[in-house]
Protein backbone atom coordinates (compact mmCIF):
# COMPACT_ATOMS: atom_id res chain seq x y z
CA UNK A 1 0.00 0.00 0.00
CA UNK A 2 2.69 2.45 1.11
CA UNK A 3 4.85 1.79 -2.22
CA UNK A 4 1.47 2.16 -4.66
CA UNK A 5 1.11 5.74 -2.43
CA UNK A 6 4.83 6.56 -2.88
CA UNK A 7 4.61 5.68 -6.80
CA UNK A 8 1.77 7.60 -6.99
CA UNK A 9 3.38 11.09 -5.84
CA UNK A 10 6.42 10.31 -7.41
CA UNK A 11 4.41 10.18 -10.72
CA UNK A 12 2.50 13.89 -9.67
CA UNK A 13 5.90 15.10 -9.13
CA UNK A 14 7.13 13.75 -12.57
CA UNK A 15 4.00 15.23 -14.12
CA UNK A 16 4.48 18.82 -12.35
CA UNK A 17 8.26 18.90 -12.92
CA UNK A 18 7.33 18.15 -17.03
CA UNK A 19 4.38 20.95 -16.87
CA UNK A 20 7.29 23.61 -15.06
CA UNK A 21 9.57 22.75 -17.91
CA UNK A 22 7.03 23.55 -20.62
CA UNK A 23 7.84 26.70 -22.18
CA UNK A 24 5.92 29.99 -20.77
CA UNK A 25 4.22 32.14 -23.11
CA UNK A 26 4.32 35.34 -22.46
CA UNK A 27 1.15 38.13 -22.02
CA UNK A 28 2.76 40.19 -24.66
CA UNK A 29 3.27 36.72 -27.23
CA UNK A 30 -0.02 36.05 -26.24
CA UNK A 31 -1.66 39.69 -26.94
CA UNK A 32 -0.05 38.98 -30.40
CA UNK A 33 -1.32 35.12 -31.14
CA UNK A 34 -4.76 36.76 -30.27
CA UNK A 35 -3.99 39.33 -32.76
CA UNK A 36 -2.94 37.12 -35.31
CA UNK A 37 -5.86 34.71 -34.69
CA UNK A 38 -8.22 37.77 -35.62
CA UNK A 39 -5.93 38.34 -38.76
CA UNK A 40 -6.48 34.63 -39.55
CA UNK A 41 -10.30 34.57 -38.95
CA UNK A 42 -10.35 37.07 -41.30
CA UNK A 43 -8.39 35.91 -43.90
CA UNK A 44 -10.33 32.54 -43.66
CA UNK A 45 -13.52 34.41 -44.31
CA UNK A 46 -12.53 36.33 -47.54
CA UNK A 47 -11.09 32.43 -48.63
CA UNK A 48 -14.36 30.97 -48.04
CA UNK A 49 -16.08 34.08 -50.00
CA UNK A 50 -14.06 33.94 -52.98
CA UNK A 51 -11.28 36.77 -52.32
CA UNK A 52 -7.99 35.12 -52.59
CA UNK A 53 -6.54 38.21 -53.46
CA UNK A 54 -7.67 40.07 -50.45
CA UNK A 55 -6.81 36.87 -48.25
CA UNK A 56 -3.39 36.66 -49.41
CA UNK A 57 -3.33 40.39 -48.89
CA UNK A 58 -4.71 39.90 -45.15
CA UNK A 59 -2.23 37.38 -44.24
CA UNK A 60 0.53 39.35 -45.15
CA UNK A 61 0.20 41.19 -42.23
CA UNK A 62 1.17 38.97 -40.32
CA UNK A 63 5.47 38.31 -39.49
CA UNK A 64 6.16 35.25 -40.59
CA UNK A 65 9.30 35.02 -38.21
CA UNK A 66 6.70 34.93 -35.60
CA UNK A 67 5.09 32.39 -36.24
CA UNK A 68 8.17 29.81 -35.68
CA UNK A 69 7.70 30.75 -31.94
CA UNK A 70 6.61 28.75 -28.91
CA UNK A 71 2.29 28.82 -29.03
CA UNK A 72 2.18 29.71 -32.56
CA UNK A 73 2.27 26.16 -34.26
CA UNK A 74 -1.51 26.17 -34.58
CA UNK A 75 -1.55 29.84 -36.27
CA UNK A 76 1.72 28.92 -38.40
CA UNK A 77 -0.49 25.58 -39.66
CA UNK A 78 -3.69 27.54 -40.74
CA UNK A 79 -1.09 30.25 -42.40
CA UNK A 80 0.50 28.14 -44.59
CA UNK A 81 -2.96 26.12 -45.11
CA UNK A 82 -4.72 29.06 -45.89
CA UNK A 83 -1.84 31.02 -48.06
CA UNK A 84 -1.76 27.56 -50.43
CA UNK A 85 -5.78 27.43 -51.19
CA UNK A 86 -5.18 31.02 -52.27
CA UNK A 87 -2.42 30.64 -54.04
CA UNK A 88 -4.00 27.49 -56.04
CA UNK A 89 -7.25 29.55 -57.00
CA UNK A 90 -4.94 32.70 -58.55
CA UNK A 91 -2.85 30.35 -60.25
CA UNK A 92 -6.09 28.33 -61.62
CA UNK A 93 -7.35 32.02 -63.03
CA UNK A 94 -3.63 33.13 -64.15
CA UNK A 95 -3.59 29.49 -66.46
CA UNK A 96 -6.67 30.41 -67.75
CA UNK A 97 -5.46 33.97 -68.78
CA UNK A 98 -2.28 32.39 -69.88
CA UNK A 99 -3.99 30.03 -72.52
CA UNK A 100 -6.24 33.29 -73.64
CA UNK A 101 -3.42 35.43 -74.21
CA UNK A 102 -1.62 32.59 -76.17
CA UNK A 103 -4.86 32.01 -78.29
CA UNK A 104 -5.18 35.92 -78.81
CA UNK A 105 -1.90 36.14 -80.01
CA UNK A 106 -2.19 34.73 -83.60
CA UNK A 107 1.46 33.49 -83.64
CA UNK A 108 2.74 36.81 -82.24
CA UNK A 109 6.16 36.44 -80.06
CA UNK A 110 4.69 36.41 -76.81
CA UNK A 111 4.40 32.40 -75.77
CA UNK A 112 2.98 31.76 -72.26
CA UNK A 113 3.43 27.82 -72.79
CA UNK A 114 4.00 26.17 -69.31
CA UNK A 115 6.96 23.81 -69.32
CA UNK A 116 8.80 21.49 -66.68
CA UNK A 117 12.05 23.26 -66.18
CA UNK A 118 11.20 23.40 -62.51
CA UNK A 119 11.39 20.00 -61.99
CA UNK A 120 14.87 19.83 -60.62
CA UNK A 121 14.19 22.95 -59.07
CA UNK A 122 11.31 22.58 -56.44
CA UNK A 123 12.92 24.66 -54.39
CA UNK A 124 12.20 27.97 -55.86
CA UNK A 125 8.77 27.14 -56.79
CA UNK A 126 6.09 28.61 -54.05
CA UNK A 127 4.64 31.82 -52.66
CA UNK A 128 6.84 34.67 -52.59
CA UNK A 129 6.70 37.50 -50.40
CA UNK A 130 7.55 41.11 -51.39
CA UNK A 131 10.79 42.28 -49.45
CA UNK A 132 10.87 45.64 -48.80
CA UNK A 133 9.97 48.80 -46.36
CA UNK A 134 8.86 51.34 -48.88
CA UNK A 135 5.05 52.08 -49.48
CA UNK A 136 4.95 53.49 -52.67
CA UNK A 137 6.01 50.10 -53.90
CA UNK A 138 2.92 48.04 -55.31
CA UNK A 139 4.21 44.60 -55.35
CA UNK A 140 2.82 42.47 -52.46
CA UNK A 141 3.03 38.24 -53.62
CA UNK A 142 5.15 36.38 -56.17
CA UNK A 143 3.70 32.79 -57.08
CA UNK A 144 5.43 30.20 -58.78
CA UNK A 145 3.84 27.20 -59.79
CA UNK A 146 6.01 23.51 -60.81
CA UNK A 147 4.81 23.84 -64.57
CA UNK A 148 6.05 27.96 -64.29
CA UNK A 149 3.18 29.88 -64.50
CA UNK A 150 3.71 32.67 -62.21
CA UNK A 151 1.26 34.90 -60.83
CA UNK A 152 1.76 38.75 -59.22
CA UNK A 153 -0.18 40.42 -56.89
CA UNK A 154 -0.08 44.00 -55.81
CA UNK A 155 -1.10 46.21 -53.31
CA UNK A 156 -3.44 48.00 -55.53
CA UNK A 157 -5.62 44.75 -56.34
CA UNK A 158 -4.18 44.61 -59.82
CA UNK A 159 -1.93 41.33 -61.13
CA UNK A 160 0.13 40.27 -63.10
CA UNK A 161 0.35 36.49 -64.78
CA UNK A 162 3.29 34.89 -67.43
CA UNK A 163 5.14 32.04 -67.61
CA UNK A 164 8.87 31.43 -65.99
CA UNK A 165 11.33 29.15 -67.22
CA UNK A 166 14.51 28.36 -64.41
CA UNK A 167 18.56 27.26 -65.33
CA UNK A 168 21.36 26.71 -63.35
CA UNK A 169 23.48 30.18 -62.58
CA UNK A 170 26.82 30.94 -60.96
CA UNK A 171 26.71 34.87 -61.71
CA UNK A 172 28.30 36.33 -58.49
CA UNK A 173 28.46 40.15 -57.28
CA UNK A 174 24.27 39.97 -57.34
CA UNK A 175 22.74 43.19 -55.86
CA UNK A 176 20.02 41.84 -53.12
CA UNK A 177 19.09 42.40 -49.71
CA UNK A 178 20.14 40.76 -46.09
CA UNK A 179 16.70 39.35 -45.95
CA UNK A 180 18.09 37.78 -42.65
CA UNK A 181 18.44 41.23 -40.92
CA UNK A 182 14.98 42.67 -41.68
CA UNK A 183 15.97 45.99 -42.95
CA UNK A 184 17.36 47.25 -46.18
CA UNK A 185 20.52 46.44 -45.56
CA UNK A 186 22.21 45.12 -49.14
CA UNK A 187 24.51 42.85 -50.37
CA UNK A 188 26.50 41.17 -52.89
CA UNK A 189 25.28 37.42 -53.51
CA UNK A 190 26.29 34.44 -55.92
CA UNK A 191 23.61 32.83 -57.56
CA UNK A 192 22.39 29.63 -57.53
CA UNK A 193 19.47 29.90 -60.58
CA UNK A 194 18.31 32.39 -63.26
CA UNK A 195 14.59 32.56 -63.61
CA UNK A 196 13.40 34.53 -66.86
CA UNK A 197 9.61 35.36 -66.67
CA UNK A 198 7.68 36.41 -69.77
CA UNK A 199 4.98 38.31 -68.86
CA UNK A 200 1.27 38.64 -70.66
CA UNK A 201 2.24 41.79 -71.99
CA UNK A 202 5.68 40.96 -73.76
CA UNK A 203 8.02 41.99 -71.13
CA UNK A 204 10.65 39.55 -69.87
CA UNK A 205 12.21 39.99 -66.50
CA UNK A 206 15.08 38.24 -65.33
CA UNK A 207 15.66 37.42 -61.44
CA UNK A 208 18.96 35.23 -59.31
CA UNK A 209 17.48 32.93 -57.04
CA UNK A 210 19.42 32.00 -53.88
CA UNK A 211 19.15 30.31 -50.67
CA UNK A 212 19.89 33.09 -47.66
CA UNK A 213 21.74 32.07 -44.62
CA UNK A 214 18.07 31.07 -42.72
CA UNK A 215 17.51 28.90 -45.31
CA UNK A 216 14.82 30.93 -47.55
CA UNK A 217 14.60 30.63 -50.95
CA UNK A 218 15.22 34.31 -52.35
CA UNK A 219 14.84 36.55 -55.54
CA UNK A 220 16.55 39.34 -56.78
CA UNK A 221 16.44 41.34 -60.17
CA UNK A 222 19.83 42.88 -59.03
CA UNK A 223 18.89 46.20 -60.21
CA UNK A 224 19.51 49.60 -58.26
CA UNK A 225 16.45 51.63 -57.12
CA UNK A 226 16.65 55.03 -55.73
CA UNK A 227 20.34 54.94 -55.86
CA UNK A 228 20.66 53.15 -52.60
CA UNK A 229 17.71 50.02 -52.57
CA UNK A 230 17.14 47.00 -54.52
CA UNK A 231 14.59 47.27 -57.06
CA UNK A 232 12.90 43.98 -56.81
CA UNK A 233 13.94 41.32 -53.98
CA UNK A 234 11.40 38.37 -53.21
CA UNK A 235 11.89 36.05 -50.19
CA UNK A 236 10.11 32.46 -49.94
CA UNK A 237 9.02 31.67 -46.32
Known sequence: MLAAF????AGCSSKSASDNNKPKVSSKEQNKISEYEGIIKSARTLNESGNYKASNKTLNSIRIADLSKSGFGSLKTEYFQLQK????FLLKKAKKQ???AN???NGGTTDLST???????????????????????????????SDGTVDQE?????????????????QSGIL?????????KTKNINANVKIDVTWSNGQVETYYGYTSYDGNSVLTDGKTY???????????Y
Do not use: C, M
Not at 154 to 170: E, K, M, P, R, Y
Open 176 to 184: SYDVTTGTN
Open 103 to 105: TNS
Open 226 to 236: HGDLVNEVWVK
Open 85 to 88: SNDA
Open 98 to 100: NQT
Open 115 to 145: NDSFSSYSKFTGDYQFYNYDPDRLQSDLIID
Open 6 to 9: TFAV
Open 154 to 170: NTDGTSLHGVATISADS
